[in-house]
């Protein structure tokens, strides 16, 4: 077998469980707490908290258009990883969906989801892959240089906003809070843990 295939089967292995932690994370720590997010995840929590249409298919539905996106601007192979990481995460937030009981402490809610979201992104983002309005991100960033992490907070300021005009202030702040946290959890793995660092020593000293 070559380490080319190899390398593929891999990265679809890190992607699905990537997906699998952020579905359970999503109906854990959001869902349960009628916390929103950023994105397309925050753009199906409003809709299904308002209409209680499952989150999967509205998670399924609003990334159609964003999967073109990623064809037209991104290429074949992010186009392939990014349809997989949907399909993955809609199965999951189905299968997941029963994990959704309040917790006693929100605050806690926010920042343990928002961490693990980032984590999770983050790994996503290494394996080439994406999850929704990360390709809009993803596509920013590759004609402009702007960091990606700086793009999803931009965007998911605009959902920011409608929920604080639909769920008030209180689950404003603590849904800021969340993705704030999860914006670093990018930065570093993107920035971070994966990267790596050389030196280069010139000397005429060769001995010493």
């Known amino acids: ?15 699905a469980l990537a997906c699998i932690v ?12 009628k916390l929103a997010q950023g994105g397309v995840s925050g753009l199906s929590l409003i809709i299904h908290y308002l209409s209680n ?11 159609i258009p964003l999967i073109i ?14 349809l997989f990481a949907t399909f993955v995460l809609s199965i999951f937030l189905k299968v997941f969906s029963g994990f959704s009981e309040p917790l006693d402490d929100i605050l806690l809610a926010a920042i343990f989801g928002g961490a693990i979201n980032g984590i999770a992104i983050g790994i996503v983002f290494y394996a080439g892959g994406s999850t929704g309005m990360d390709i809009i991100a993803k596509i920013v960033n590759k004609y402009t240089g702007i960091p990606i992490s700086r793009i999803l907070l931009a965007t998911d300021f605009i959902v920011l906003s409608m929920v604080a005009v639909i769920f008030g202030k209180v689950i404003f702040m603590y849904t800021l809070i969340s993705l704030v946290i999860s914006s670093k959890m990018i930065d570093m793995i993107q920035v971070g843990i994966y990267s790596a660092k050389g030196v280069t020593i010139i000397t005429t000293k060769e001995d010493e």
């Not at 952020?22 to 707490?33: H, L």
């Not at 064809?71 to 192979?77: A, D, I, P, R, T």
Request: no cysteine; glycine share 4%; net charge positive.
């Open 22 to 33: 952020m579905a359970f994370n999503t109906n854990y720590f959001f869902v349960g707490n």
């Open 53 to 63: 249409i499952d989150v999967s298919y509205l998670y399924f539905a609003l990334n």
């Open 69 to 82: 996106l990623a064809y037209v601007f991104l290429g074949k192979n992010f186009l392939l990883k990014t």
């Open 1 to 15: 077998m070559s380490n080319k295939y190899l390398q593929f089967i891999k990265e679809y292995i890190i992607v």
